[in-house]
T-cell receptor, first 113, second 113 residues
Framework: DAGVIQSPRHEVTEMGQEVTLRCKPI?????LFWYRQTMMRGLELLIY????????DSGMPEDRFSAKMPNASFSTLKIQPSEPRDSAVYFC???????????FGSGTRLTVV | AQKVTQAQTEISVVEKEDVTLDCVYE???????LFWYKQPPSGELVFLIR??????QNEISGRYSWNFQKSTSSFNFTITASQVVDSAVYFC??????????FGQGTTLQVKP
């Protein structure tokens, strides 16, 4: 099992540019989560999906952020336009069901300059 | 509303000392799960333990032990005979039956040689 795979590992972009973060969950896991980690706010849940359907997006900071899960093996988190305050580590996680734990990817470190 | 509080922001101990990391949770859910994760300096989130809401039996795994008390809504984590490799940020997290997982702010543990 390759685990949760995120790409890219690092992203540096200029303010105003569009950024797309990608996540491949573990096969068979029916929940997928996007988190953002910053020093000031810690680990924040942005959005999560169950069976590819968004369940709770109340953590998405603003309309510049959007997330999709077109199929069970792929999800994207898009920021458009990006701003310096979006700089953070973005984690993706997946889970099979309530009997199991949550597995996290290695994260994407985003820097907006 | 769900909330996880880790009141200790930073803890510093000398190697071989025992250390306890505190976690207090709030939830209205009748079914929930508690977790501890470790984030070493390399940045990944490493799963340590998961506890079901109904299972108050304490657990020990090597030098790690966990004390879950529903009466005080606490799920504390003790490291016995700490080692330098234990230096990391430790997160307590609360999972609901809907799948949502929220984290505390984390406790940074520094173990000095």
């Amino acid at each position: 099992d390759a685990g949760v795979i995120q790409s890219p590992r690092h992203e540096v972009t200029e303010m105003g540019q569009e950024v797309t973060l990608r996540c491949k969950p573990i096969s068979g896991h029916d929940y997928l989560f996007w988190y953002r980690q910053t020093m000031m706010r810690g680990l924040e849940l942005l959005i999560y999906f169950n069976n590819n359907v968004p369940i709770d997006d109340s953590g998405m900071p603003e309309d510049r952020f959007s997330a999709k899960m077109p199929n069970a093996s792929f999800s994207t988190l898009k920021i458009q336009p990006s701003e310096p305050r979006d700089s953070a580590v973005y984690f993706c996680a997946s889970r099979r069901d309530s009997l199991y734990g949550y597995t996290f990817g290695s994260g994407t470190r985003l820097t907006v300059v | 509303a769900q909330k996880v509080t880790q009141a200790q922001t930073e803890i510093s101990v000398v190697e071989k000392e025992d250390v306890t990391l505190d976690c207090v949770y709030e939830t209205r859910d009748t079914t929930y799960y508690l977790f501890w994760y470790k984030q070493p300096p390399s940045g990944e989130l490493v799963f340590l333990i998961r506890r079901n809401f109904f299972d108050e039996q304490n657990e020990i795994s090597g030098r790690y032990s966990w004390n879950f008390q529903k009466s005080t809504s606490s799920f504390n984590f003790t490291i016995t005979a700490s080692q330098v490799v234990d230096s990391a940020v430790y997160f307590c997290a609360l999972g609901s039956n809907t799948g949502k997982l929220i984290f505390g702010q984390g406790t940074t543990l520094q173990v000095k040689p």
